[in-house]
């Protein structure tokens, strides 16, 4: 965590907390996660009494940042987040982070160049990545990033190193619905 927030603050972000207990407004309807949405769904999330539930994501800090702030800004944010899972490979509580930056004429290739500013600091190394049209609600255009990743494995009854696509974040431009959630004009 430590090594995460050090590196988006050398890039000038600034760390901001949010609620891991959460209403619905902040968690899903302000990031265009509607009623109808299979992640409301009562096997994906820990409702709580009163309308309130455990935070599925970190994106929720994104709202409360921009009604507090003004652009510009570059925000990061990390910390634990709550799935109903049962299955053994996943755990109902893991960290998740995120940045987000709002200015005037930032681009996609902007966003790519953080993130692959960031990979390399985070493994120390220069690593070829890729990203893949995705979809997430909150984000417009939205993708995966990918990063080329040494294995080792059997190929042919010989154990042998081979690079393969490793999935290792979501990301996208924030939605402009989301911006307007936030306070903010999009434009």
Not at 82 to 89: A, K
Not at 96 to 115: C, H, P, S, Y
């Amino acid at each position: 965590i430590e090594e995460i927030e050090e590196i988006f603050t050398s890039m000038g972000f600034e760390v901001e907390d949010g609620p891991e207990i959460e209403d619905e407004y902040h968690n899903f309807e302000a990031l265009n996660i509607l009623a109808h949405h299979p992640a409301r769904d009562m096997h994906d999330t820990f409702y709580l009494p009163q309308n309130r539930l455990l935070r599925t994501h970190t994106s929720p800090v994104q709202i409360r940042a921009m009604r507090q702030r003004q652009p510009p800004m570059a925000v990061m944010s990390i910390g634990k987040v709550y799935r109903v899972d049962s299955d053994t490979t996943h755990s109902p509580m893991f960290h998740q982070f995120e940045a987000f930056m709002v200015n005037t004429d930032i681009t996609f290739g902007d966003l790519k160049g953080t993130l692959d500013h960031f990979i390399e600091a985070l493994f120390q190394r220069q690593i070829e990545s890729r990203l893949r049209p995705s979809y997430f609600p909150f984000t417009e255009p939205s993708a995966e990033m990918d990063i080329k990743w040494a294995i080792r494995k059997e190929v042919d009854g010989v154990m042998t190193t081979v690079e393969e696509w490793l999935e290792v974040l979501g990301a996208g431009m924030i939605h402009p619905q989301v911006m307007r959630n936030g306070g903010l004009d999009p434009e």
